[in-house]
Every structure is written in structure tokens, then in C-alpha cells.
């Protein structure tokens, strides 16, 4: 789905328009979702079925961008706007609150801070990593996302993270067809989707194991590497490896992590 | 001769009491059902959870049947022996007390692939009408799971009164199948059973 967005984009011009960039990977993992758990309900019944909306919100932000990109403070402030509504709408069917006393105020808090800090980083990450380098990444601590899930006690979850991941994978194929692009558009809605996959996991499952969500994270950071001084000598290929090296070998470590807390080692 | 005869009854009443006695003892069940005190009056019971069980059995891979329980139990019923329709009875059951003897199965199980007990940590029973069924009864009711609420009808069968010095005590055992999938279950439905057979043992304590 990501790659038909992009690819029927692609008839229109050489340059890959904001809306098609902000809404192709949220309308893939929306379409992976379906096929996985049937239409997301709205409103959205069970946390999960909110994780698509919240995609497809922050793509409507990221479409928004070419108004958006030269005010930084209203950028922020819309995603920040949104992080606390994600927050809300995840813990909210919840029969009891995961967190009692000051907790209830300071963690919720602190999440959103860091989804907001995650945002900074892929805002930052679209900006610096050309072509495919963006999504890719992306794309590969996903699929690690699927096996930490799967070990909390998830199968459908991990199932989730595996569409999320096809459809990164989708939108990095499709991103060939366009050369040097504008993928900031995309920012928003990636930086909603993994953490909110991630908390929907910690918050339903009795396995979670934080640290991999917080290393999952940062992972994509990783992808930095093929900035380093040594490599910009490297061709772009090894470079390219470099970069999803730089951030699978943290989400691998995060997936090991998952394993290694797990209870017995299965059943 | 009368004063005769009383004395001739009164000794075969005084001899043949505990000989009656002894040979009602030998021929009964080693805990005699006691009657309710009011039989024709509904009467109300708090269930006792250490003594009432939920089982459950389910298909694995087609080959067999693998068995788990719910440890937390709780609820309360009216009993009526002579008019079973005047009974009811509420049942509440913690979802998070699945007890398949494997941790990381339990866990799975209370997750969001099957009971997703963080969203919805009870699964309830309240009947809406009990009728005599042969010389069993007949109990429909909602039953509440994962969020989603079904009338059904199972059968039960009352197992016996008993006042042995723990509280007047009644019991019932029931058995139904659901279908997990009517209840949004549907996780790895090729791998484990559609269909989970549930066997429970009430107990409950006269108030």
C-alpha cells in the first residue's frame, strides 16, 4: 500500500508530493492492520485500533508540512499536541491505571517528552539520511519491534509491528523511483506509530521488557554512523549497510534483551 | 395387659431405634443431604471460592486436550429446592487467575491474544432464569468475556446440602462449551480449539 501511494504519486511528477510522503506508510500499516485484526474501530474500541489512527493523524500532520516546515514551534506543538492525545487514548480503556500517586502524572509526562525527543530525532533523521537510507533504518528496527512483542506475550502485536515494518520497507522500494526527496513529511507519523506499538505493548502484555521499547527507540539514531568521518569515504552501498547496521544491531540487542527476560523461554 | 403391651412398645421402640439408626448410617452417603431449613423459600449463598472450581479444556493442534483453571472464584446465588425458578446466581471470575501450569502459556493467555486481562480483567455470569430440566436445571444467563456479552444456557445439576459444621453448605456442577472466537478470541484459532469445554464446581455458604 505505502509503495502504490508513492508509486501513483510518482506519475504526477518527479518530486514526491508532502501528502503522498506523510500518509504512505500509515495508509501500509493501516492496510496491514486490517488484514491482520479487521477495521479499527472509530472510535477506537481496544488500544490497539487506535495505534492506525494516531499513523494516520500524524499524517495529516506531515501533509501539512509544506505550511508547517518553516514554523518549527507549531510543528512541535501540534506533534507535542498529539503525543499527550496518543498517551490518553492508549491507557484509557484500561481497566486501572498503570500508574498510581505522582506517577500518574510524572510517567505520562515523561512519555510524552520522549515521544516528543523521538520526533525531534526523526525529524532529524529525514532530513540528514537521503533516499532510502531514511526508511530503511526505520524499516529494520520495526521488524526487531516484532520479536520483542512477540516474547511480551503478543502474537498480534508482533504481527503489527511485521505490517509496519513491510510497509517501511514498501515506502523505502518506492522512494528509488523519486531521487534526492523531502521525506520530513513522513516524521510525524513514524514517530506516533513504533512508540505507540511499543507502549500499547507495555501497557496490555505482562512481558514487556522496557529496556528493549527504550532501545527500539533509539535505534534508528544508529543509522548516523554512515556519517562518520571514515565512512563518507565509503562507496554508497556500504555505506547504505552501514547505516542499517548502525541501527539493527542495537534493535537486535533489544530483541535479545526481550528473550532474555522472558519467563522460561517458552512453551 | 395394657400396662403390658405400653412396656412391650417401648422396648421394641428403645431397641429398635438405634438398630434403625445404625443400619440407615451403613446404607447412606458418607455426607447425608440435610434438607433446607425453609425448603419452599429461596435462600441465599455466598460462593466459597477455595472449594468452587472453573476448568476449562481445550484442543491442542488437533491431537489433544490440554486443561487450565481459574484460580479466583467469586459470587454469590439464591437457592429455592421446591421452586428452582425463584434461583439466581452471579458469578465473577478474575481473568488474571488462569492457571494452565506453564508461565509463560498463563501469560500469554492473559495477554491481549486472548483474555487481554489489563483491558478487561473479569469474566462474569449473571442468570436471567433457571427452570428444572429432568432432574437437572436449566440456567441461562450473560455470560461477559473480553468484552463482549452473550446470553447462554447451561446445564446444572445440584449436587447436595450438607451441615457438617463448616456452614450450611449447597452445591451445584455445571458444564458448557463456548466458542472463543463469538467473543472475540480469535487468535491462533488454527492451533488451539474454537470450542472451550468449561467444567464448574459451585459451592456456596448459606448466609
Known amino acids: 500500500m505505502a509503495a502504490a501511494i508513492l508509486a501513483a504519486a510518482r506519475l504526477r511528477g518527479p518530486r514526491a508530493p508532502s501528502w503522498a510522503v506523510a500518509c504512505a506508510v500509515p495508509m501500509g500499516y493501516t492496510a496491514g492492520f486490517v488484514a491482520i485484526s479487521g477495521w479499527p474501530a472509530f472510535p477506537p474500541g481496544m488500544a490497539e485500533q487506535v495505534v492506525p489512527w494516531l499513523g494516520l ?25 498529539l503525543a499527550v492525545l496518543a498517551l490518553w487514548l492508549l491507557q484509557r480503556k484500561l481497566y486501572e491505571s498503570p500508574w498510581s500517586g505522582a ?50 506475550g503478543s502474537l498480534s502485536f508482533a504481527r503489527h509491528a511485521g505490517a509496519l515494518s513491510a510497509s517501511l520497507l514498501g515506502f523505502a522500494a518506492a522512494g528509488t523511483l523519486f531521487g534526492p526527496s523531502f521525506w520530513r513529511p513522513a516524521a510525524p507519523a513514524l514517530a506516533l506509530l513504533l512508540p505507540s506499538l511499543l507502549l500499547t505493548g507495555y501497557l496490555r502484555t505482562y512481558e514487556f521488557s522496557a529496556a528493549s521499547g527504550f532501545l ?34 542495537p534493535a537486535a540487542v533489544a530483541a535479545g534483551l526481550a528473550r532474555m527476560s522472558a519467563s522460561s523461554g517458552g512453551y | 395387659m395394657k400396662p403390658r403391651l405400653f412396656l412391650l412398645t417401648v422396648l421394641c421402640l428403645g431397641a429398635g431405634l438405634p438398630i434403625g439408626y445404625v443400619s440407615l448410617r451403613a446404607h447412606a452417603p458418607e455426607m447425608p443431604e440435610v434438607p433446607a431449613t425453609a425448603a419452599s423459600a429461596a435462600e441465599s449463598y455466598d460462593i466459597d471460592g477455595v472449594h468452587s ?28 429446592a421446591a421452586d428452582p425458578a425463584k434461583s439466581s446466581i452471579e ?64 446445564d446444572a445439576k445440584h449436587v447436595g446440602s450438607n451441615d457438617a459444621g463448616f456452614g450450611y453448605r ?11 472466537s463469538e467473543y472475540g478470541m480469535s487468535e491462533m484459532l488454527e492451533m488451539l480449539g474454537d470450542e472451550v469445554m468449561v467444567m464448574v464446581g459451585i459451592e456456596g455458604v448459606r448466609k
Open chain 1, 57 to 81: 493523524a500524524g499524517g495529516l500532520l506531515g501533509a501539512g508540512y509544506p505550511l508547517l516546515q518553516p514554523r518549527p514551534l507549531a510543528r512541535r506543538g501540534a506533534f507535542a499536541a
Open chain 1, 103 to 152: 506517577a500518574a502524572v510524572l510517567v505520562p509526562l515523561l512519555l510524552a517528552a520522549a515521544a516528543c525527543a523521538h520526533f525531534w530525532l526523526v525529524e532529524e533523521l529525514a532530513r540528514r539520511l537521503p533516499g532510502v537510507t531514511f526508511p530503511l533504518p526505520h524499516a529494520v528496527v520495526a521488524a526487531a519491534a516484532a520479536p520483542v512483542l512477540f516474547l511480551a
Open chain 1, 216 to 249: 527500539l527507540l533509539l535505534a534508528p539514531a544508529g543509522a548516523l554512523a554512515g556519517d562518520l568521518a571514515f565512512a563518507r569515504a565509503l562507496h554508497p552501498l556500504p555505506r547504505l549497510l552501514l547505516r542499517i547496521g548502525g541501527a539493527g544491531v
Open chain 2, 53 to 80: 472450581q472453573v476448568v476449562f479444556k481445550a484442543n491442542h493442534l488437533g491431537v489433544s486436550y490440554n486443561y487450565g483453571r481459574f484460580n479466583d472464584v467469586s459470587g454469590k446465588f439464591t437457592w429455592d
Open chain 2, 91 to 154: 458469578v465473577t471470575i478474575k481473568a488474571e487467575s488462569i492457571d494452565t501450569g506453564n508461565g509463560d502459556r498463563d501469560n500469554h493467555l492473559r495477554g491481549p491474544d486472548f483474555f487481554d486481562a489489563k483491558q478487561f480483567p473479569t469474566i462474569s455470569f449473571k442468570s436471567t432464569k433457571v427452570a428444572k430440566s429432568g432432574d437437572g436445571l436449566k440456567v441461562t444467563g450473560d455470560l461477559s468475556l473480553h468484552g463482549k456479552t452473550k446470553a447462554i444456557t447451561v
Open chain 2, 170 to 180: 449447597t452445591g451445584f456442577d455445571v458444564a458448557f462449551t463456548v466458542k472463543r
